[in-house]
């Protein structure tokens, strides 16, 4: 689905587990300069996946949205993983496509998983996928990070702005992304691509130049506004465990 996080995650399926318990048991924390401010763990090395931690349980820091995304952050996103199953899927399942039939219509065909770094692994990030009869692709995914990521991982256009202090918004022509973030790390990305754009921007790592968007993709018909009501249900759906 995400062609070159897979060939990402591949090179550190063996090693996840191990890098579970380093990051967690290594990070380094960030001391902010205001006063007072939470920290935000940190990765011991740079582009090692911060979304690992177990999507069904809560996480034990709790900072402002712009502590865990920024994009001078080390940790990587990963998004993908082996399939893997659990409870709250179908459940999951089932409040996202009510949640998208609400706010955008009715859709053509769906899809949904839950993906973890090894099968015998707790979810970490969870999916649910749905096209359009115009061509549209939407794409919702929860995860919970442990560590302060870039938001360069997750599918986009064009950089993230903030829009309020839990909420992140990329709007580009052929790719809009909304990313809902709690205070304890998880994160729910509901991105939107115009037709055939998910195959070219799905691959790549971060914001694509327009000297790479291929002349066939069609303009994403979604807004930004659209997305965000399905970004706020599913992140509350995802922290009431």
């Known amino acids: 689905m995400l062609g ?26 960030r001391r902010e300069s205001t006063p007072g401010t939470p920290p935000v763990p940190t990765v011991p090395t740079a ?23 920024s994009y001078d952050a080390d940790g990587a996103l990963n998004l993908d993983g082996e399939i893997s199953a659990s409870s709250r899927l179908g459940d999951f399942a089932k409040a996202g ?55 360069q991982w997750i599918p986009s256009e064009v950089k993230f702005t ?19 973030v709690a205070p ?18 799905a691959k790549a790592s971060g914001p694509v130049t327009e000297t790479t968007i291929a002349p066939t993709l069609g303009p994403v018909s979604l807004t930004a506004t659209q997305l965000a009501p399905i970004a706020a249900a599913m992140l509350a759906f995802s922290v009431a465990r």
């Open 184 to 201: 304890d790390g998880t994160s729910v990305a509901v991105t939107a691509y115009g037709t055939n754009a998910r195959k070219a921007f």
């Open 162 to 180: 903030a829009i309020d202090d839990r909420t992140f918004v990329s709007s580009g022509p052929h790719v809009v992304s909304v990313l809902a």
């Open 97 to 151: 496509l009510s949640s998208i039939a609400a706010n955008i219509g009715s859709y053509s065909t769906s899809a949904i998983r839950d993906v973890a770094p090894d099968t015998s692994f707790c979810p970490t990030d969870r999916i649910v996928y749905v096209t359009f009869a115009d061509g549209t692709e939407l794409t919702v995914t929860a995860w919970r990070s442990i560590a302060a990521a870039s938001p």
């Open 47 to 69: 582009n090692t996946p911060a979304d690992i931690g177990c999507i069904d349980d809560p996480g034990t820091v709790n900072a402002a949205a712009k502590y865990w995304y």
């Open 4 to 29: 070159r996080r897979r060939q990402r995650r591949r090179t550190v399926a063996i090693t996840v587990l191990v890098a579970v318990v380093a990051v967690a048991g290594a990070l380094v924390w």
